[in-house]
């Protein structure tokens, strides 16, 4: 196994602990209180406010699940290191797209 897939397993594994400890963040009460705070006080806004706010909770979580599972891949085949690289690439730029569209 070179220095290369050693370092991309390392950083896949830190990565996708911190999208889950991000998505927690986005799930939890303080931070809807914090964004509430900062917008206006109408229940159509709060309403928008949760709907982003558990939406990109778990978004972050999957994405850091599907990180966690990429590095494991990584270190089960790293053979196939560029094609594993290209689909969670792939799924990446999707759920990111999703959630631009979602949340517009």
């Known amino acids: 196994m070179s220095i290369?897939?050693?370092v991309l397993i390392i950083l896949a594994f830190l990565?996708?602990?911190t999208f889950i400890g991000t998505g927690i963040y986005f799930l939890s009460?303080?931070?809807l209180e914090k964004l509430n705070a900062?917008?206006?006080a109408d229940e159509e806004s709060k309403r928008k406010n949760a709907?982003?706010?558990k939406g990109s909770g778990m978004t972050a979580i999957s994405l850091g699940a599907l990180?966690?599972?990429w590095g494991l891949m990584l270190l089960s085949f790293p053979q196939i290191a560029a094609a594993l690289g290209l689909a969670?690439?792939?799924f990446l730029i999707a759920a990111f797209g999703v959630i631009t569209l979602v949340f517009k």
């Open 15 to 17: 990565a996708g602990l």
């Open 29 to 31: 009460g303080s931070f």
């Open 4 to 6: 290369k897939i050693v």
């Open 38 to 40: 900062s917008s206006a």
């Open 67 to 69: 990180t966690l599972v």
């Open 88 to 90: 969670y690439m792939f």
């Open 51 to 53: 709907f982003r706010a």
